[in-house]
């Protein structure tokens, strides 16, 4: 679609990162709206998502160059060029939980009080930085042809199959997010117990991401055996863990 939202000379803003960055800052201030009705301090908040958002760029990074390690070892330069796409979400996941666990124990701050307070957030700026997946190409889905509302890139400057119908994949889930979002916002006003929000949000965007990996198309995102992708199966490990999770949970508010 526009890979590049601004191009003067040297100067070029990729709209995948500047769709990125928006999506961090909204999902920033919504926390911080929400920071307000509770005891926890804004200026953590501020560096939990800070933190959060560096450990989550370099484990995407490293998840989609371990998954496509025969290219970057060819040509290693690749690895630092974000702004083409290639970030994996889950390896984001795997990389910012580890480091919001750490962050919160060291400054005392309640885990699931501060992941429930992010949630809603993280399903907003997911969504909005699907958004700049789309307009980049990456994540583009399998061939539509004949379908009302499959896409076409044309730009070649797009990491998408140019000139075939696809699916729009990205904005599947861009659309799924946003559900995401709406579910946990309406959640949050009847709140059981604490982490609920949080691993609602797992578990949804779980069954979100292998429904959406169905039609995706490219094929570089890896698969763990033919037509079952890493993704997927991360999925079912994150499908299973919020469940277990909500149940420990829930039980314990009732201890």
């Given at each position: 679609?526009?890979p590049?939202?601004?191009r003067i000379?040297?100067?070029?803003?990729?709209?995948?990162?500047?769709l990125?960055?928006?999506?961090?800052?909204?999902?920033?201030a919504?926390?911080?709206?929400?920071?307000?009705?509770?005891?926890?301090?804004n200026?953590r908040?501020?560096?939990?998502?800070?933190?959060a958002?560096?450990?989550?760029?370099i484990g995407?990074?490293?998840?989609?160059?371990?998954?496509?390690?025969?290219?970057?070892?060819?040509h290693p330069?690749?690895?630092?060029?974000?702004?083409?796409?290639?970030?994996?979400?889950?390896?984001?996941?795997?990389?910012a939980?580890?480091?919001?666990?750490?962050?919160?124990?060291?400054?005392?701050?309640?885990l699931?009080?501060?992941?429930?307070v992010w949630?809603?957030?993280?399903?907003?700026?997911?969504?909005?930085?699907r958004?700049?997946?789309?307009?980049?190409?990456?994540?583009y889905?399998?061939p539509?042809e004949?379908?009302?509302?499959?896409?076409?890139?044309t730009?070649?400057?797009?990491?998408?199959?140019?000139?075939?119908p696809?699916?729009?994949?990205?904005?599947?889930?861009s659309?799924?997010?946003l559900?995401?979002f709406l579910?946990?916002i309406?959640?949050?006003?009847?709140?059981?117990?604490t982490?609920?929000?949080?691993?609602?949000?797992?578990?949804?965007y779980?069954?979100?991401?292998?429904?959406?990996?169905?039609?995706r198309?490219?094929?570089?995102?890896?698969?763990?055996?033919?037509?079952?992708?890493?993704?997927?199966?991360?999925?079912?490990?994150?499908?299973?863990?919020?469940?277990?999770?909500?149940?420990?949970?829930?039980?314990?508010?009732?201890?």
């Amino acid at each position: 679609m526009f890979p590049v939202l601004i191009r003067i000379g040297p100067l070029t803003i990729h709209t995948y990162g500047f769709l990125i960055a928006t999506g961090f800052l909204v999902a920033l201030a919504l926390a911080l709206r929400e920071t307000k009705k509770t005891d926890l301090p804004n200026e953590r908040i501020i560096d939990i998502g800070f933190y959060a958002l560096i450990a989550g760029i370099i484990g995407s990074r490293l998840f989609f160059i371990a998954t496509n390690w025969v290219h970057y070892s060819e040509h290693p330069i690749d690895m630092i060029k974000i702004w083409e796409g290639g970030l994996v979400f889950y390896g984001g996941v795997l990389f910012a939980v580890p480091t919001v666990i750490w962050y919160a124990k060291k400054k005392a701050l309640p885990l699931w009080q501060t992941a429930d307070v992010w949630a809603p957030s993280i399903a907003i700026g997911h969504a909005i930085g699907r958004l700049g997946c789309f307009c980049a190409g990456c994540c583009y889905g399998k061939p539509a042809e004949g379908l009302p509302w499959a896409v076409t890139f044309t730009n070649p400057e797009s990491l998408a199959i140019i000139g075939t119908p696809l699916h729009p994949t990205q904005l599947y889930e861009s659309a799924a997010e946003l559900l995401n979002f709406l579910i946990l916002i309406t959640l949050r006003r009847h709140q059981s117990f604490t982490g609920q929000l949080f691993w609602v949000y797992i578990l949804n965007y779980a069954i979100i991401r292998s429904v959406v990996e169905l039609f995706r198309g490219d094929e570089v995102r890896g698969f763990l055996f033919p037509g079952f992708s890493y993704s997927q199966s991360i999925s079912v490990v994150m499908f299973v863990t919020s469940v277990v999770f909500l149940l420990i949970l829930k039980k314990r508010k009732k201890v």
